[in-house]
């Protein structure tokens, strides 16, 4: 049992006390978005339940399809590649087709740019899940642990230190890009989606990291230090990010200045434009500070998305940018636009929207 299990219970005692006090706070105000609501509160607990169950199902659904490792991985590789070369092929016809009242010619681009649709997302989602699970299978903390430049640092005091800022400092850049490339908001999105900030959002974990390309962790193995300390690391690391997502802690004085807290944490769930992409800390909100990515809370926080899904179906929590994100890739018509509504920021893809006059999808 890892750190996070064993927090279990210290997790629904607080959101028990968190909700508690909340309630005898309503009798003197109105309602806040720091209240527990039952839809949103379930969806939360949902999501942190399948954000533990998704990775060991998606670990046995992907293991034999990773390149190089399982049997059907140059299955996926040849799914990938001969719907690139469709769609490439249909993008060709289509264009050579454009611009002409010639009938037969017209049916031809309807046709091509109908087997676009269909092939451009496959060869994305297949061409994706490849690179994912195969650099995934590569830069895992055991196999970069046997590869390590260091010699094994131990189980001491200085090691322990170096595990929990390492993941921490790893973690930063790692939840920056998540906020910077569309692909991998489409799994971050899943925490930002609820409009209310309680104990109970902190739990409104991701499911889909294995669609992901993240700086690996297990760098610090390559350095000496043991697998077992970066589990224990992404432990501690995960239960200090708990306690920030709340608005009955409103400060912490000087401590504000280097660790990250309920207030810069407020602001990272703030979809005010001053707060959009600030505070992407964890443990320690400096590098947040060296980096220039830092915020202070000022005005009152609006939580949610800069437009909301409405809905409390985990399903459509956790999926719903990817299915816009294909959606995108199916309807648009060069490889060019294809890749940037994938891999450029989630504002890329809105503004191709409004310049186009289509409406923002909800995200």
Known sequence: MDLTEKAVPFYFATMG??????????????????DYTRNDTFASLAMGTASLVAPLALHRLLSPIVPGKGKYGKALLAVAATSTAITTIADVIARRSAGTADETKRARRRRARAV??????????????????A???QVNMNAMWERRLVADL??????????????????????RWMHTSRYMWAIHVVHHSSEHYNLSTA???????AFGTFVPYGLMCLLGVRPELMIMARGINLIYQYWIHTDVIRTLGPLEEVFNTASHHRVHHGVNPPY?????GSILIVWDRLFGSFAREQETVVYGLTKNINSYNPLRIATHEHRDMLRDVSQSDNWRDRLNFV????????????Q???????T
């Open 343 to 354: 891999v450029r920021g989630p504002g890329w893809a809105y503004e191709k929207h409004r």
């Open 203 to 209: 739990l409104r974990q991701p499911v889909a990291d």
């Open 135 to 137: 650099l995934l299978s």
């Open 276 to 280: 959009i992409d600030r505070n992407h």
């Open 154 to 175: 131990g189980t001491g005091v200085v090691p322990s230190i170096a595990a929990i800022v390492g993941w921490d400092f790893i973690y930063y850049w790692n939840h």
């Open 17 to 34: 006390a968190e909700a508690w006090w909340l309630h005898k706070q309503r009798e003197k105000r109105s309602a806040t978005p720091a």
């Open 116 to 133: 676009a649709k269909v092939a451009a997302p496959v060869a994305v989602a297949a061409g994706g899940v490849a690179i994912t699970t």
């Open 356 to 362: 186009a006059g289509k409406l923002v999808p909800a």
